[in-house]
């Protein structure tokens, strides 16, 4: 199946800093998606990006299909900025398990300290 | 307002016991997911469904089944619960089939197995 990449797997910050997070996926996709998990646990969309450039307030990201990867970046960081951010990739020809869904990276946490 | 909803949001249970997790989507979406975060807070798609098919992933257990009353909910009913199967559970929508079309989540339901 598709093997999607996160790096880094840790990052540690201070507020106002900026950071890029990278997701380098294995094959054509046709969906790529940002997720941030808050430290509630809620699943939040950031990003429908399978290509382009994005941007929402301080983040913004860039999917470059052809050379399957994507990249998420956070400006000015904030505490609230904290969690766990996943990339998950979606139609492609070989999805795991065959169930059609979202194949998820294993995520970069995040901590942003005051 | 909330465009998928589960419950409940967290759910104790002793080991053998059969559970249910309900979900409901106000999107008009035509596509219900059910997906598994385990303690490594990996995430991995467990079924895919809309009106014409359902899709299964390989790896889980035939205990687990899902239910759909109607297009706007998909239940997931668990026979003869076990430790492994503490975990995170999330609904999520989309339009489409397929895994091309941005897919969105609903809260997550707690389940601990004693």
């Known amino acids: 199946g598709i093997q999607v990449e996160q790096s880094p797997p840790d990052l540690i910050l201070q507020e106002g800093a900026n950071s890029t997070l990278r997701c380098n996926f294995s094959?054509?996709?046709?969906?790529l998606q940002w997720f941030h998990q808050n430290p509630w646990g809620q699943l939040i969309n950031l990003f429908y990006?399978?290509?382009g450039t994005k941007q929402n307030g301080r983040l913004s990201a860039t999917t470059v299909a052809t050379e399957r990867y994507s990249l998420l970046y956070i400006s000015s960081s904030q505490t609230t900025d904290s969690g766990v951010y996943f990339c998950?990739?979606?139609?492609?020809?070989?999805?795991?398990?065959?169930?059609?869904?979202?194949?998820f990276g294993k995520g970069t946490h995040l901590i942003i300290q005051p | 307002d909330t465009a998928v909803s589960q419950t409940p949001k967290y759910l104790v249970t002793q080991m053998g016991n059969d559970k249910s997790i309900k979900c409901e989507q106000n999107?008009?979406?035509?596509?219900m997911y059910w997906y598994k975060q385990d303690s490594k807070k990996f995430l991995k798609i467990m079924f895919s469904?809309?009106?014409?098919?359902?899709?299964i992933n390989e790896t889980v257990p035939n205990r687990f089944s899902p239910k759909s009353p109607d297009k706007a909910h998909l239940n997931l009913h668990i026979n003869s619960l076990e430790l492994g199967d503490s975990a995170v559970y999330f609904c999520?929508?989309?339009?489409?089939?397929?895994?091309?079309?941005?897919?969105?989540f609903g809260p997550g339901t707690r389940l601990t197995v004693l």
């Open positions: 999520a929508s989309s339009q489409d089939l397929g895994g091309s079309t941005e897919q969105f």
């Open positions: 094959d054509s996709v046709n969906n």
């Open positions: 990006i399978p290509s």
């Open positions: 998950a990739v979606g139609g492609h020809l070989y999805s795991g398990g065959g169930a059609d869904g979202l194949t």
């Open positions: 999107l008009g979406h035509d596509t």
């Open positions: 469904y809309n009106n014409k098919e359902l899709i």
